[in-house]
């Protein structure tokens, strides 16, 4: 089970922005050996007369040098920093749908994708595409602000195609950054963090909210689920409103999330692939203007990964891999 950790969290996992200033060791370029590597794969791929996403890891085929690195990606998103940018895929000179193939093929070398949505989608739209007076437009489908959070998988990677004409930059903060922040400053909250909080959209039971702590420290690695608004969410779905010493803690994490001394902002530049440790780091994005032409806006590809190296997790901490596949959702129902 779980222990409450009352001790700062140490070594790569807890690095701060402001002592990343300056280093540029988490930007790995691909080289052109890596980029002839895909393509290779790319050309092997359309040869069989296969696309995304019908096709396996066997079917975009790399090279050893080149598994060797996405494995050491790999270690690094679950025992390292918790995030890595590889950067220079030339996406210029690639289709809509070559790409696609491309970024699912990386993404079955470091691991397994996983369902996004309901429907099945295995590589997500990251787009200004969405109507912001609906209510059921999700923040990554419009231009606006999107708060600091995780996904429910255990890594997310992001692949740029197309930048905003102003903004959209990314920010990334690590959760033993955050922790040790909260230790610093308001070491009598940590147990409320460690307690079960219905949170919506990302733990249901069934239709309802279900249940999970924000913080969950097992077998050595702090383990963190956070985004405000679906765990306020899924108290007033229950009709369990928030007390005061509850919102005072949800605060105190906000405070230290936002700390520009602990986060690292950067802009995806077309051809860059961030991927994240969804237990160890909140990732965001700040609000942007767009091109007016359809074919200019800003354009991004989700990818959320099950890891083969995902650390264990406490019985109480409920661990996610996105959504299950339409026919499981149909036999439970």
């Not at 990677?157 to 400053?185: F, H, Q």
């Not at 936002?258 to 860059?272: C, N, S, V, Y």
Request: net charge negative; aromatic share 10%.
């Amino acid at each position: 089970m779980s222990i409450i950790l009352q001790t700062p969290v140490t070594g790569p996992a807890a690095w701060r922005g402001d002592d990343l200033a300056g280093d540029t060791t988490w930007i790995h370029h691909l080289s052109a050996q890596a980029i002839a590597a895909l393509d290779a794969a790319l050309a092997h791929l359309q040869q069989q007369d296969l696309a995304f996403p019908n096709f396996t890891q066997a079917d975009f085929p790399l090279p050893a040098f080149f598994r060797a690195e996405l494995a050491q990606h790999a270690d690094t998103l679950e025992n390292g920093r918790g995030f890595v940018l590889l950067r220079g895929l030339p996406v210029a000179r690639y289709s809509d749908e070559q790409i696609s193939a491309i970024y699912y093929g990386v993404g079955l070398h470091l691991g397994q994708p996983v369902r996004q949505n309901p429907r099945g989608d295995l590589l997500g739209l990251v787009m200004n595409v969405g109507d912001k007076t609906q209510k059921t437009t999700r923040v990554y489908e419009t231009n606006s602000y999107l708060p600091y959070h995780t996904d429910p998988s255990d890594v997310v990677g992001l692949l740029c195609v197309r930048k905003a004409k102003e903004g959209g930059l990314s920010s990334l903060v690590s959760v033993g950054a955050i922790y040790n922040e909260i230790l610093r400053t308001h070491p009598e909250l940590l147990g409320l963090y460690y307690r079960q909080w219905y949170c919506a959209h990302l733990c249901e039971t069934g239709t309802e909210p279900g249940l999970t702590p924000i913080f969950s420290y097992h077998q050595g690695k702090l383990t963190c689920r956070y985004l405000r608004q679906y765990l306020e969410l899924g108290h007033e779905m229950r009709n369990l409103p928030l007390t005061p010493v509850e919102v005072q803690a949800l605060d105190v994490f906000d405070q230290a999330m936002h700390m520009p001394a602990l986060r690292l902002d950067m802009m995806l530049e077309p051809g860059d692939m961030q991927f994240a440790n969804n237990y160890a780091v909140l990732h965001s994005r700040n609000g942007f203007e767009d091109h007016d032409a359809p074919q200019q806006r800003r354009k991004l590809l989700r990818l959320w990964l099950k890891m083969p190296n995902a650390r264990a997790l406490a019985p109480e901490f409920p661990g996610r891999n996105g959504f299950a596949a339409p026919e499981a959702q149909a036999q439970a129902a």
